[in-house]
């Protein structure tokens, strides 16, 4: 009774096959071609089936490489046959329908799942009817996805051995970014072609963090402290308040519309405004209402001198009524052009200017706190004046009394 190896291979006795070795001998060179470098397409049935190796013939469960096909309506199992068989294979999940397949050997033991349009190297154990176990063939991890057995159970590289590059067409899935001295740029990042989508929970930069929580993206310095806050409808937020319901002090938000509200103790300044490291002006509040301030400090200052001609320059100024064009609303003011003809310093721009690209006009602007200084200095040339002359008055009404 002829005896086969755990491939099924046909071991030929001493003085076994006279006439006939030559035949039996080729048949297992075939069947061992077929276990080590075989290939097969198998179409197999929609349902559970068992994959047997036939000792002496040729089998599809013998190839190396398996490349299961057909349309499935849920995921299958396949027993590998017999129990103690011991075999590694390369299995490919190419059926249609979007199912995984499952292949175990005992009753009892492990079992190796593959996701559809996936490929693993799995080996068989022989360990019997009810432990026969199907096992990775390449560690933890299943090629075409590289999926762990378990979560959080795999590394790819070491801090001591690591990969050189890294391609990935398609989204990248990432609980934690660590950037320790390295960069992420336009060139590195997206260099031949655009990152179309790219997905992370929460990205660590030398210990600071952008994280992302409930439709909402957060931005901490200095271990956890929340510096910025964009929440899902598009408000900004400065200072660690979260919602526009809040309003601590130091705080500020930015509204949908565009618009700052900022948060201060009184007498603190909303918005300082610099010129290098001195400040030049500044908004504030005092509890009740809002300052618009200038630096204004005698040590930034050279006096030059008096304003003269006062009167005569705010004599020529022409204050009037407008309306915007297409609006109905009336104002008094001025006119920016015939302004600076008086006041230089309090208008902004030429008249007429317009934009040498788009050919859109630039207005001119103007800065009515400017011509306080010349009210301010007319006004008292004026009280000279009076004084003067009431005290001519007073003394004519004197004159006359004597008379």
């Given amino acids: ?78 027993t590998f046959s017999p129990s103690d068989l011991e075999k590694t294979w390369y299995v490919k999940n190419a059926t249609t329908g979007g199912h995984t397949l499952t292949f175990k050997q005992g009753s009892a033991g492990n079992t190796i799942t593959l996701p559809n349009g996936a490929t693993a190297m799995i080996y068989a154990t022989g360990a019997g009817a009810t432990n026969g176990s199907i096992e990775n063939g390449i560690g933890t991890l299943l090629v075409d996805g590289l999926i762990p057995e378990t979560t959080n159970s795999a590394d790819i590289g070491t801090s001591s051995k690591k990969f050189k590059d890294i391609y990935i067409d398609g989204i990248a899935y990432l609980d934690q970014v660590d950037i320790d001295s390295g960069v992420i740029d336009g060139v590195n990042l997206g260099a031949n072609s655009p990152i179309i989508n790219l997905q992370v929970d929460n990205v660590n930069i030398d210990g600071n963090n952008i994280k992302s929580t409930a439709n909402q993206l957060g931005f901490v310095t200095g271990g ?27 705080s500020a938000y930015i509204d949908t519309n565009t618009t700052l509200k900022s948060y201060q103790g009184s007498g603190i300044q909303h918005i300082t405004f610099l010129n290098g490291a001195t400040t030049v002006g500044s908004i504030s509040n005092n509890g009740a209402n809002a300052s618009f301030n200038t630096t204004s400090d005698y040590r930034v200052k050279n006096r030059l001198g008096t304003i003269e001609d006062a009167v005569e320059r705010v004599l020529e100024l022409d204050p009037l009524l407008y309306s915007f064009i297409g609006k109905d609303d009336v104002h008094e003011g001025f006119i920016a052009h015939e302004v600076d003809a008086v006041v230089p310093n309090a208008v902004t721009g030429d008249k007429d200017a317009v934009d040498p690209i788009t050919d859109a006009p630039i207005l001119q602007q103007l800065d009515l706190s400017k011509l306080v200084p010349l009210l301010t200095q007319a006004l008292k040339e004026a009280i000279w004046k009076i004084d003067d002359l009431q005290e001519k008055v007073e003394e004519l009404q004197d004159a006359v009394s004597e008379i």
């Fill in 1 to 78: 009774m002829a005896t086969y190896s755990n491939l099924g291979i046909k071991l030929i006795q001493t003085g076994e096959e006279s006439g006939t070795w030559g035949t039996s001998t080729n048949t297992n060179f075939d069947l061992i071609d077929q276990a080590i470098a075989g290939y097969v397409s198998y179409a197999m049935p929609n349902a559970d089936f068992t994959f047997s190796i036939s000792d002496g013939s040729s089998s599809d469960a013998r190839n190396k490489f398996i490349n299961f096909t057909g349309t499935l309506t849920s995921g299958r199992t396949i």
């Fill in 224 to 250: 956890t402290a929340e510096r910025i806050r964009i929440d899902a409808s598009g408000n900004i937020f400065f200072g660690g308040i979260t919602s526009t319901s809040q309003n601590a002090n130091a």
